[in-house]
């Protein structure tokens, strides 16, 4: 039989967990004397597990403790996270406008009545052709990427929330990332990321690792996506990072 270490609470909750690892390690207080808080994954396990403590797609999934003090959390490396007080999210604002109509692809096993998961949704704006209008191409469009690899190692400047510091330098050194798909077209790589929900806002990170990784890697333009699919409406978002090393 394996014993389960006395302080690892598995079926406390998330909001329970952080508030414990915030009075155990006084992160509020290092927070405001040196602007971050860095906490290790296994410190993070001795409560709950660290996988199922730091990925929050919107603000408003923030623990309780993050959200009265005005702070969030990105990871830095596979081992270790970085909290503070950082713009980690941006607003999405839905066009008023009619959608353009799909043709559905003649193919028996792409079921368009049943896109109930982002991958299904995905294969979906593939097959039919609407990745092709998303970048603009008419030329051939390849299904290239997916899934969980490393983020490389870069720094990166990003914005600070009411603090007489406005931005903050983070290094992520081989941070774990997922990409939901990447397509190559002769004109560039289109990085998606996709909800099979309506959502309010995105966390940059999902789109900004992934986007720092593969423009390091190859030639052609990276080109951020938002695919949100809901009551059976595809919305995309193109989000352009102006200056490689800002965040925001």
């Known amino acids: 039989m394996a014993l389960v270490p006395p302080d690892r609470c598995t079926g406390i909750t998330t909001d329970r967990a952080w508030e414990i690892l915030f009075e155990k390690h006084d992160i509020v207080s290092k927070v405001l004397a040196d602007g971050c808080f860095r906490i290790k994954a296994s410190e993070i396990n001795t409560v ?25 959390i990105l990871p830095i490396s596979r081992g270790e996270y970085i ?19 799909v043709t ?18 995905l294969l979906f704006a593939y097959n039919s052709g609407i990745i092709k209008d998303v970048v603009n191409t008419a030329g051939e469009i390849h299904y290239t990427v997916g899934g969980r690899m490393s983020s490389g190692c870069f720094d990166y400047v990003i914005n600070r ?32 990321e996709a909800k099979n929900i309506a959502v309010e806002e995105i966390l940059i990170r999902q789109l900004y690792y ?6 390091s890697k190859i030639s052609k333009p990276v080109l ?3 695919m949100v699919f809901s009551s059976d409406v595809f919305h995309f978002f193109q989000y352009r990072f ?7």
């Open 83 to 101: 909290i503070g007080p950082f713009e980690t999210h941006k607003k999405i604002a839905y066009p008023n406008c009619r959608p353009t109509p």
């Open 48 to 72: 709950k597990e660290a996988r199922l403590m730091a990925k929050f797609d919107q603000s408003t999934q923030l623990p309780s403790v993050f959200q009265s003090n005005k702070v969030s």
């Open 242 to 248: 102006e200056d490689v090393s800002q965040y925001n």
């Open 224 to 226: 951020p996506v938002l």
């Open 161 to 192: 929330k009411n603090s007489e510091t406005k931005t903050q330098k983070i290094a992520v050194e081989n941070s774990q990332i997922e990409i939901d798909a990447g397509y190559e077209f002769a004109g560039g790589f289109c990085i998606v």
């Open 104 to 121: 559905i692809p003649d193919l028996e096993t792409v079921d368009h009545a049943n896109l109930y998961s982002e991958a299904s949704a």
């Open 210 to 215: 992934p986007y720092r990784l593969w423009k």
